[in-house]
Antibody
Framework: DVQLEQSGAEVKKPGESLKISCKGS????????IGWVRQMPGKGLQWMGI????????RYNPSFQGQATILVDRSISTAYLQLSSLKASDSAMYYC??????????????WGQGTMVTVSP | QSVLTQPPSVSAAPGQTVTISCSGS????????VSWYQQLPGTAPKLLIF???QRPSGISDRFSGSKSGTSATLAITGLHPGDEADYYC???????????FGGGTKLTVV
C-alpha cells in the first residue's frame, strides 16, 4: 500500500522540544518531496515546509523558520518534524504530506493520518 | 489571513450542485496550478483535484475543477450528505512562502 504512517500523539510542557515522524512506503520515498502541514484546533491548513530526501534540500514557510526543523533519514524512509521551545499555541494536529513526485511545487497526493501535539503545563 | 480567499461556508440540498471559489493573485493562482483537498470530519485531508482540473484515480467525476485568471473553482454535482466536509484550495505561493492554502470552506448538505 502507498501510505504515510505518522507517530503517535504527544503531550509536552512549554519550553520543551519534540520530534515527530512520518514513514513512507509503497512509493519512491527518496525522490519525492515530503512536507509538513499544521492545523490548529478548528482552523485551516498551514504549510510549514518541505524536504527532498535524496539531497535533503529544504524549503520553509518563513512563519515557521527558526522554530521548526524538517529532517529525513532516507535509510528508513522517514521524515521528521522537530519543534523547539514549545508554546501552548503549538498545540495542533500536524500532518505530513508527499507530492509522490520529484517536482516542486506540486500537489500533495499523499497524506499521513496526523499527529496530535498538546502543549500544556 | 490567507493569500487565497475562499468563502467560509456554503450549503446546498442533496442532489444539487455547489461551487466553491478560491481567489488569488497573478503571483499565486494566476501563474500556477491549483489543487483542491477534501477534509472529512476528524480525518486527514485528501487530494481531490490537481493541476487545476485533474482527478486522481478513485475520485468521483461529481467533483470538477476549473481555473480562470486569478481564480479557481471547485464544483460538486449530485450532492450527498457524505460530501459534508471542509474544502481547501492550494497553490504555489512564490516568495516568501513557497506553498499556500486557502482558508477553507465548510460545505453543509441540508
Amino acid at each position: 500500500d502507498v501510505q504515510l504512517e505518522q507517530s503517535g500523539a504527544e503531550v509536552k510542557k512549554p519550553g520543551e522540544s519534540l520530534k515527530i515522524s512520518c514513514k513512507g512506503s509503497g512509493y519512491s520515498f527518496s525522490t519525492s518531496w515530503i512536507g509538513w502541514v499544521r492545523q490548529m484546533p478548528g482552523k485551516g491548513l498551514q504549510w510549514m515546509g518541505i524536504i527532498f530526501p535524496a539531497d535533503s534540500e529544504t524549503r520553509y514557510n518563513p512563519s515557521f523558520q527558526g522554530q521548526a526543523t524538517i529532517l529525513v533519514d532516507r535509510s528508513i524512509s522517514t521524515a521528521y518534524l522537530q519543534l523547539s521551545s514549545l508554546k501552548a499555541s503549538d498545540s495542533a494536529m500536524y500532518y505530513c504530506a508527499s507530492t509522490t513526485t520529484n517536482r516542486w511545487p506540486d500537489n500533495f497526493h499523499l497524506w499521513g493520518q496526523g499527529t496530535m501535539v498538546t502543549v500544556s503545563p | 489571513q490567507s493569500v487565497l480567499t475562499q468563502p467560509p461556508s456554503v450549503s446546498a440540498a442533496p442532489g444539487q450542485t455547489v461551487t466553491i471559489s478560491c481567489s488569488g493573485s497573478s503571483s499565486t493562482i494566476g501563474n500556477n496550478y491549483v489543487s483542491w483537498y477534501q477534509q472529512l470530519p476528524g480525518t486527514a485531508p485528501k487530494l481531490l483535484i490537481f493541476d487545476n482540473d485533474q482527478r486522481p484515480s478513485g475520485i468521483s467525476d461529481r467533483f470538477s475543477g476549473s481555473k480562470s485568471g486569478t481564480s479557481a473553482t471547485l464544483a460538486i454535482t449530485g450532492l450527498h450528505p457524505g460530501d459534508e466536509a471542509d474544502y481547501y484550495c492550494g497553490t504555489w505561493g512564490g516568495s516568501p512562502s513557497p506553498w499556500v492554502f486557502g482558508g477553507g470552506t465548510k460545505l453543509t448538505v441540508v
